[in-house]
């Protein structure tokens, strides 16, 4: 069993940067891939980046340019860059995890097997 520990969230302005970690229990960490979904109040789950072992990134439109995701497999972890945030960043974040076999990017919920307990972001304006 893979488990995942999101650390580094907290409140902060607009304009301002944050790094969330991921650090996985899992000695094979390089063999997985990882990803970030948030989910705001009221809105629907929504897929903010991935990055695959062979370290192919994935970012959503809404983030693209500001936020980065990123790994360290010799620390077991993963990274959220995440600069000039704005209001509507504001949303739990989740680190997502599945066993990479292809190197292939995967988009939907379903498509990962382990999920962090989450971290709150909150942005104000």
């Known amino acids: 069993q893979v488990q995942l520990l999101e650390s580094g969230g907290g409140l902060v302005q607009a304009g301002d940067s944050l790094r969330l970690s991921c650090a996985a229990s899992v000695s094979t960490f390089s063999m997985f891939a990882l990803g970030w979904f948030r989910q705001a109040p009221g809105k629907e789950r929504e897929l903010v980046a991935v990055?695959?072992?062979?370290?192919?990134?994935y970012h959503a439109d809404s983030v693209k340019g500001r936020f980065t995701i990123s790994r360290d497999n010799a620390k077991n972890t993963g990274y959220l860059q995440m600069n000039s945030l704005k209001p509507e960043d504001t949303a739990v974040y989740s680190c997502v995890a599945r066993r990479d076999y292809s190197g292939s990017l995967y988009y939907g919920g379903g498509d990962y097997n382990y999920w962090g307990q989450g971290t709150q972001v909150t942005v104000s304006s």
């Open positions: 990055i695959t072992r062979t370290y192919r990134t």
